[in-house]
């Protein structure tokens, strides 16, 4: 049988006449319903093209107009139809009512519901550019709502659910000189029920000198009577950078150059951060329902000054809030056997002062994230620190007050102006109160203790600083105390050469320092120091006795590389006081320590006079070092300049004063100075300037010889051998000054001021001056005598 089986007879008909009838019918039949059928098929084909033709147009059209009813301008560069939704590429969608917000979206798929209602929006890739301040922004969108552009342009309740992801935000100048903010990797869900969620790859933002960065962060929302509330929030990372130097770099864009921005005014940056700060807790409020609680883990903070930063985290970060106030809390993790450290800061939602508390310890400073070598700290896991402490920022950002105590033990820290090496062991106590201006204008120390060891020390003061002054108050105290729990409370690095040094005795001191840089004369520098101290007990290496004999002591070359030199009595070099000018003795005492013969290797009046013009300069042009300590500086320590050898100097000061006479300090002085860059000893200076003996130094020689001792590296002779005018003026005046205090007569200042000196020449020695005091002058600005040497 065939596909197609014959129709069943008419019983009426034959069989014949019934076939024929049959079959023609059929064929009819068929043939009109093919017409039919290809009609409706032309129709449809025509229909489907005219619809391809102008559903993009249609569409782009419908866009604009529901951009229009939202307030918007919106500008597909393409549009095409898709299988049940509309596709649109490279859409810019701006506001003349939001002129800081621009966007362009790369791909944006509309699912059309009734009447081209879109039941359904997604959006995938795309940049958004911010510009203006969070106050700014905000004006623009309420500004946008009252005039009637509502968020739902169809006036039904039935919100449209809206899927986002991929897009990328620029913020530029949310807060003054904060540069710009990014999002990368935006997300954004809208739920048909209202509810929201919101999440990014990774995060940049500024506050003032804090940046801040959240990588792989969530937060959902639902909605309460028109409000947003904050439902969950998580995150990969969380960290916080604070920079203390005032400078902040702007992250990099995709497509952007780094910038650097230059530090504000302590005191607008101060401002601003606490500006910031409100508009941070007023949006965090807004959010949460008192009471409700945000915790965060994992998060790091830096903070970094110059090349120098410490590490905290990582941390727990909970925020919570209560009916007038948000509550942070910042708890580093530690190990099970430590005391946790807590950070907490309350922040009222209107208007008033932030408080900040830190408790807790001890707790060593690597279960805090501190990092061995940060900020200098050495043995981190060993070191614990203890803190109970109350801060309180003002409302208007400008000041902060603190209180409390801190406790620091067996810290060890790295710093080249503390030492050389690495001192370890330090223990510290700090207990007191204060406020401080954020600008430096203002500066109350209240009560501040001190201990370091078994030494404690008291002080309190004001400072206030305005346009080119300072001013201020300070009195320190340190109580009686043994000379020898001085020496064993410092920590053995920061006092190396003193090991095996014993001291008896004790030391007290009182002072008082009031001053303004505007009066320098009224400065006034009153102190009682009650030192008792002897040494008892002197390492081989330290003894003075070594050098009655030859020794030998590594020196700089010309070169500038450390040489060794043999010294001392007996040595080529070497010269008697006895047959050195006494021109030299008067040359030293007035140019380098007008009280030696009378001060037991401290000046007080030098230190005195030395705080006074260092205020008035506004820097340090002006040491108060004596010959003693000089002397002990060359004969025992390096050039560096750290606490270190201050504080050995000081006793090494001690010890000579204590076991040589000064005819004695002052020979070895004047045997070991430097004169010239590796150019040691009065014999071979006197050799080398003036082809003279030390003997034969006449007057103005010697004023020439100790004047430039402070900085032995310049020379003050001109090209012909002859002195510089300047420094030949100075030496007169110089010469007047030994005259007036005595150390010369009236025949030795009339020499020496008809004298001519020049390099390479001797002269005849001038007559012994008499003993006498003197005064101080100001050389001429190629040099400074008296300051604090190499």
């Known amino acids: 049988m065939g596909p197609f089986f014959p129709k069943r007879p008419d019983p009426r008909t034959g069989p014949f006449e019934s076939a024929t009838a049959g079959s023609a019918s059929s064929l009819i039949e068929r043939a009109v319903r093919a017409r039919r059928i290809g009609a409706v098929l032309s129709v449809i084909g025509a229909v489907l093209a ?86 700014e922004i905000e004006r623009e969108v309420t500004a946008l709502k009252s005039r009637g552009h509502p968020s739902n342009a169809s006036g039904s309740d039935r919100v449209t659910p809206i899927v986002a992801d991929g897009v990328d935000v620029a913020w530029s100048g949310a807060a003054p000189r904060t540069g710009t903010e990014y999002a990368w990797g935006m997300r954004y869900v809208r739920a048909a029920d209202g509810g929201e969620s919101l999440g990014v790859d990774l995060v940049r933002a500024h506050m003032a000198n804090i940046d801040v960065e959240v990588s792989r962060g969530d937060a959902a929302f639902r909605h309460d009577h028109g409000r947003r509330i904050l439902t969950s929030v998580s995150a990969e990372g969380i960290s916080g950078t604070l920079r203390l130097d005032g400078e902040t770099e702007e992250p990099k864009a995709k497509v952007d150059d780094s910038k650097t921005h230059k530090a504000e005014e302590p005191s607008a940056r101060g401002q601003r951060l606490r500006a910031e700060l409100d508009h941070v807790v007023a949006s965090l409020a807004g959010m949460l329902v008192a009471p409700g609680k945000i915790e965060l883990a994992g998060a790091r903070f830096t903070v970094l000054d110059g090349e120098d930063k410490l590490d905290i985290g990582p941390a727990s970060i909970a925020l919570e809030r209560e009916t007038d106030r948000v509550k942070l809390a910042f708890v580093p993790s530690a190990r099970e056997a430590s005391t946790p450290l807590r950070l907490e800061a309350s922040v009222p939602t209107a208007r008033g002062p932030v408080d900040v508390d830190v408790v807790g310890g001890p707790v060593s400073l690597e279960a805090l994230g501190v990092k061995e070598g940060d900020m200098g700290l050495r043995g981190v896991d060993r070191a614990e620190v203890e803190i109970k402490g109350h801060a309180r920022w003002s409302d208007d950002g400008r000041s902060i007050g603190v209180s409390g105590t801190s406790t620091v033990s067996d810290l060890g820290l790295f710093h080249p102006k503390l030492a050389p090496e690495p001192v370890r062991g330090i223990a510290v106590s700090v207990a007191g109160d204060g406020s401080f201006a954020l600008d430096g204008s203002h500066a109350d120390l209240s009560t501040v203790e001190v201990t370091v060891g078994k030494i404690r020390l008291e002080t309190h003061g004001t400072l206030d600083r305005g346009d080119g002054f300072a001013r201020g108050s300070l009195h320190v105290d340190i109580p009686l105390a043994a000379c020898s729990d001085v020496l064993g409370s410092t920590p053995s690095a920061l006092v190396p050469l003193l090991q095996g040094l014993e001291v008896t005795g004790t030391l007290a001191f009182s002072g008082d320092l009031q001053f303004d840089t505007r009066r320098p004369g009224d400065t006034r520098i009153n102190w009682d120091a ?173 004023l020439y010889l100790a004047s430039i001792l402070p900085n032995p590296k310049n020379r003050h002779f001109m090209p012909d051998g002859t002195l510089s005018d300047s420094w030949s003026e100075y030496l007169r005046k110089l010469m007047v000054i030994s005259h007036k205090i005595r150390r010369i007569d009236d025949h030795d200042l009339a020499i020496g001021l008809a004298e001519t000196v020049r390099f390479g020449m001797a002269a005849d020695p001038g007559s012994v001056p008499s003993d006498g005091d003197t005064a101080e002058v100001a050389p001429p600005s190629d040099g400074y005598p008296n300051a604090d040497g190499p």
């Open 50 to 135: 005219v619809t391809l033709v102008v559903a993009g147009p249609l569409a782009k059209s419908v866009a604009r107009s529901r951009g229009r009813a939202l307030g918007l301008s919106i500008e597909p560069l393409s549009s095409s139809l898709r299988l049940g939704y509309f596709r649109f590429r490279g859409v810019s969608v701006s506001s003349s009512d939001l002129p800081g917000i621009a966007a362009t979206f790369d791909r944006v798929d509309v699912y059309p519901g009734f009447l081209f209602g879109s039941s359904r929006l997604e959006v995938h890739g795309g940049h958004v550019q911010v510009r203006g301040s969070y106050d």
């Open 530 to 702: 009650a030192n008792e101290c002897r040494v008892t007990r002197v390492p081989e290496s330290l003894s003075p006795d070594r050098f009655h004999h030859a020794w030998v002591r590594t020196v700089l070359g010309q070169d500038g590389v450390p040489v060794p030199l043999e010294t001392g009595p007996g040595t080529e070099t070497w010269v008697p006081l006895t047959e050195i000018s006494p021109f030299m003795q008067t040359a030293i005492v007035v140019c380098e320590d007008s009280r030696f013969f009378q001060h037991d290797g401290f000046d007080a009046k030098a230190i005195q006079d030395s705080i006074r013009n260092n205020l008035k300069a506004g820097s340090f042009v002006r040491g108060a070092s004596t010959v003693s300590m000089q002397l002990a500086k060359n004969l025992y320590l390096g050039r560096e300049k750290t606490l270190s050898r201050k504080l050995q100097e000081a006793v090494l000061t001690l010890l000579l004063e204590q076991v040589l006479t000064k005819e004695q300090i002052l020979e070895l002085y004047l045997n070991v100075i430097e004169f010239a860059p590796g150019l040691y000893g009065i014999g071979p200076a006197a050799s080398y300037y003036f082809r003279s003996l030390p003997k034969n130094i006449s007057l103005a020689q010697a």
